[in-house]
C-alpha cells in the first residue's frame, strides 16, 4: 500500500513537472484555454459570491464576540477583513474550483480516456498533455485568482454589514481597524495562494482523469478521489504557506 501510495504520488509530481514544461511549448491551444476558463468561471461564480457571504457574516460575528469579550471592539473589523482575505477566501475558491471546476475537468479527460481518444492522440503525434491539460490547468489558475478578488469583497462587505447593523459597531471603526492592521502583503499572499491552489485543483484532476479504472464507473470513482485528493492538499498546503508568510512578513507595527 505504501508503495503504490508513493508510486502514485511520484506520477502526481511528474504530471505536474511536464505540465509547466508545457506550458512555454508552442502552439498554446488559446481557443481551448478560453472555453475552459468560460466553463470553469460560469460554474463557479455564483456558488462563491453566495459561500463567501455567510463565511464573512460567521467570522465577523465570532470575531465581535472575541473582541467584546476582550474590550477590543474597535479591532473587530481588521480582524475580521484579514480572516476572510487571508484565509477563508482562498479556501472558498480553491474549493469551488476543485469541486465544481476540476470534477468536470476530471470527467472529461477520463471519458475520453476510456473512449481511447487519448490513445488516438499519441498515435497521431499529438501531446493529450499540451493540448488538453494544459489549457485546463491555466484555467483553473486564472479563474481562482481572479474570483478570490471577488469572494475578498463580497465576504467583507458580508462582514461589514453584519458588524454595524447586527453588533452595533460604526462604520468608522471597522475601516480604522482594517487600515491599522491590514497590509499590502496580506493582498499578495491571499492571491498567491488562490493561484497555487488553481494548480493544484487543476493537476490532481487531470492526473485522475488521464488515470481512470475499470471503465465509466472507474471515472466516477476517479472524480471523487479527486475531489478528496485536492482537499486533503490545499488545507496542508494552506497551512505551510501560512507558516512561511508569518513568519517572513511581520505583523503591522511589529
Known amino acids: 500500500m505504501i508503495t503504490g501510495a508513493l508510486r502514485q504520488t511520484g506520477r502526481l509530481f511528474a504530471l505536474a513537472a511536464e505540465v509547466t514544461r508545457a506550458v512555454f511549448r508552442r502552439p498554446f491551444q488559446f481557443r481551448e484555454f478560453v472555453e475552459q476558463f468560460w466553463f ?27 473582541t467584546e469579550q476582550l474590550g477590543a471592539q474597535s ?27 476540476g470534477s468536470a475537468i476530471c470527467a472529461d479527460l477520463g471519458s475520453r480516456k476510456i473512449r481511447e481518444e487519448l490513445d488516438a492522440m499519441e498515435v497521431m503525434g499529438v501531446s493529450p498533455v499540451q493540448r488538453l491539460v494544459v489549457p485546463r490547468v491555466l484555467a483553473a489558475m486564472a479563474v481562482a485568482v481572479l474570483l478570490n478578488g471577488l469572494v475578498s469583497v463580497v465576504g467583507i462587505l458580508g462582514g461589514y454589514f453584519f458588524n454595524v447593523i447586527m453588533q452595533g459597531g460604526t462604520p468608522g471603526a471597522y475601516l480604522s481597524s482594517f487600515s491599522a492592521l491590514a497590509q499590502l502583503p496580506d493582498l499578495y499572499v491571499s492571491e498567491l495562494k488562490a493561484l497555487v491552489f488553481g494548480f493544484i485543483a487543476g493537476i490532481v484532476a487531470a492526473y485522475r482523469g488521464l488515470n481512470p479504472r475499470g471503465g465509466p464507473k472507474g471515472v466516477g470513482d476517479a472524480v471523487n478521489q479527486s475531489v478528496v485528493i485536492t482537499f486533503l492538499l490545499l488545507f496542508f498546503v494552506n497551512m505551510v504557506m501560512t507558516a512561511i508568510y508569518l513568519q517572513i512578513v511581520p505583523p503591522k507595527g511589529g
Open 40 to 66: 470553469v468561471a460560469s460554474v463557479t461564480i455564483l456558488p462563491a459570491a453566495l459561500v463567501s457571504i455567510p463565511f464573512g457574516a460567521v467570522i465577523a460575528l465570532q470575531v465581535g464576540s472575541l
Open 75 to 101: 479591532f473587530t473589523g481588521g480582524a475580521s477583513v484579514l480572516a476572510v482575505v487571508q484565509q477563508a477566501s482562498p479556501l472558498i475558491v480553491a474549493l469551488l474550483i476543485a469541486g465544481a471546476g
